[in-house]
Each structure stands twice: as structure tokens, then as C-alpha cells.
T-cell receptor
Framework: DSGVTQTPKHLITATGQRVTLRCSPR?????VYWYQQSLDQGLQFLIQ???????AKGNILERFSAQQFPDLHSELNLSSLELGDSALYFC?????????????FGPGTRLTVT | AQSVTQLDSQVPVFEEAPVELRCNYS??????LFWYVQYPNQGLQLLLK??????LVKGINGFEAEFNKSQTSFHLRKPSVHISDTAEYFC????????????FGKGTKLSVKP
């Protein structure tokens, strides 16, 4: 158990819908990262927040957005869903925002768009 | 674009045999390298990392990796595998100047047979 929690574990929804994925980092971690794992693209970095502020952006679509709240939990919002958005979405957390800090991964949320 | 290449998508081996999982990165500028393991239906767990110093890095579960700057490689090795090592292994890197977001390879599925 990494200490990072993600809810829900599974999500099935239809095209065009909007969903919210939630992540609670390990106690004391200030940085949250979101990754997408799909068969086509593999594991891709989406976005990083550090202590409530956006720090880095990767291959995140404009239909997707995220935020980190004052209690440090984070939410990833996916809208106008397409079949290709079906994937496993991981959240990771670390103490700091630099490369030297180990990232601890949550168990993921499996999103299925039908 | 910066990338990580894992040359083998699947590696079958017999129990107690040695194994090497290959990883190459795309640039010779400052780079920080990681190996993660993903067991079925679980998140990623850090096996080992190279940030600086000794090029031979030892990690958990008896794994080790060697950073080779001239060959831009970071191959993962274990002298004797167990059935429990069956999992998917991901090589990842963070390039100098970026934040802590990881760039992942496509993964190598290690299958250990009795």
C-alpha cells in the first residue's frame, strides 16, 4: 500500500459525458501527478500540481482539467468523453516537486467509455 | 522528442534463471533514470533509481541496473528470478531542466515459468 488513494476504482460512462477522478496523496506529500495508461499510448504524464499550483503540463487534452485543493487532494476532470479516453488513470504523489523525490503511485482508476 | 525505449515487450524466463530487461533513453544530456514494477491490477512501485554517483544501482527484490552514458542505456538485471517476479516492468526517465514528470517506456512483461 503506497498510501495514495484513488476513487473510484472503476468508472463506466458514455461518450459525451463528464467524470471526475479523485486522488488523495500520502500524508505530508505536496506534489501530485496524473498519468494516463492506455494500450495505444502506454504511460503518459498529464499534469503536475505542487501545493495547489500547477507545475508542469504534459500531453493533457484541452477537454481534461485538474486542480489541487487546500487539503492537497486532487481531482482530474474529463469532459466530452470519447472512446479513446478509456484508460487507467494513475495519480502519484511526492514530498517535493523535483526529480529526486520518489513518486508513490495509487492503484489507479479504470475508466471505460462506451 | 525525448523518449525511452524498451526493446522487448515480453521476456519469458525459467525460474532461477538470470534476466536482463533492456532500456535505452534518447538523450545524453542530464537525465535521471528509474525502473518501476507493476503487478497485475496494481499501481507502480519503484524498484530503483539513478540520480548521480555510482553507475551500478541496487534496488529492491534483488534487482540492479547499470547506467551506461556512452550507450545511453539503463538495463535492469536480476541473477536469479522467482515466480513472484512475474509482472510488467517500466523504465522511466526525467530529463534535466524539466520538473519531476516521468517519461515512460512501453513496458516489458516478464513471465517467469516454473
Amino acid at each position: 500500500d503506497s498510501g495514495v488513494t484513488q476513487t473510484p476504482k472503476h468508472l463506466i460512462t458514455a461518450t459525451g459525458q463528464r467524470v471526475t477522478l479523485r486522488c488523495s496523496p500520502r500524508s505530508g506529500d505536496l506534489s501530485v501527478y496524473w498519468y494516463q495508461q492506455s494500450l495505444d499510448q502506454g504511460l503518459q504524464f498529464l499534469i503536475q500540481y505542487y501545493n495547489g499550483e500547477e507545475r508542469a503540463k504534459g500531453n493533457i487534452l484541452e477537454r481534461f482539467s485538474a486542480q489541487q485543493f487546500p487539503d492537497l487532494h486532487s481531482e482530474l476532470n474529463l469532459s466530452s468523453l470519447e472512446l479513446g479516453d478509456s484508460a487507467l488513470y494513475f495519480c502519484a504523489s511526492s514530498v517535493g516537486d523535483a526529480y529526486s523525490y520518489e513518486q508513490y503511485f495509487g492503484p489507479g482508476t479504470r475508466l471505460t467509455v462506451t | 522528442a525525448q523518449s525511452v525505449t524498451q526493446l522487448d515487450s515480453q521476456v519469458p524466463v525459467f525460474e532461477e534463471a538470470p534476466v536482463e530487461l533492456r532500456c535505452n533513453y534518447s538523450s545524453s544530456v542530464s537525465v535521471y533514470l528509474f525502473w518501476y514494477v507493476q503487478y497485475p491490477n496494481q499501481g507502480l512501485q519503484l524498484l530503483l533509481k539513478y540520480l548521480s554517483g555510482s553507475t551500478l544501482v541496487k534496488g529492491i527484490n534483488g534487482f540492479e541496473a547499470e547506467f551506461n552514458k556512452s550507450q545511453t542505456s539503463f538495463h535492469l538485471r536480476k541473477p536469479s528470478v522467482h515466480i513472484s517476479d512475474t509482472a510488467e516492468y517500466f523504465c522511466a526517465c526525467i530529463y534535466g531542466g524539466s520538473q519531476g514528470n516521468l517519461i515512460f517506456g512501453k513496458g516489458t512483461k516478464l513471465s517467469v515459468k516454473p
